[in-house]
């Protein structure tokens, strides 16, 4: 038997390569494909609207939020909360637009006043406005 020419037979080398390199190019595919749709699914993400709002404060220490410019929200959307533990739901029906307000009741002098809005889902939420009553 001719051991030399079983070390330099090379045609089974190509075949062997060749099969590697097509998984390594599946597996490759796939791990971009894979990636590019679940991080498309967590880009998904409902962001806050771009509103201004103002208060407008009066002598019995009551408060009025008004939204004066910026994207119409819908009213189920936003809150106000006075002082640190008072909260209500924005007074209104339907979308809250540029004219649109609410009143509430401060209780009482340095109170902070923001206007918060929370995503469809409730997972996000984001001051919109705030202010420290007079």
Partial sequence: MNFNALFDDDRAVSPVIGVILMVAITV?????????????GNSV???????????????TDGVAATHTGGDSIPES???VTTGEQTTSDWSGSGDVSAGDNSSYIVYGTDDTVR??????????????????TP
Avoid: K, R
């Avoid at 490759?28 to 498309?40: D, H, K």
């Avoid at 993400?45 to 002598?59: E, G, H, K, S």
């Fill in 77 to 79: 959307q936003l809150n």
């Fill in 28 to 40: 490759i595919l796939a791990a971009v494909i894979g990636s590019f749709v679940l991080g498309l």
């Fill in 115 to 132: 206007v918060i809005w929370t995503s469809e889902n409730g997972d996000t939420t984001q001051t919109l406005a705030q202010e420290s």
């Fill in 45 to 59: 993400q409902q962001t806050a609207p771009n509103a201004n709002f103002q208060f407008n404060y009066n002598d």
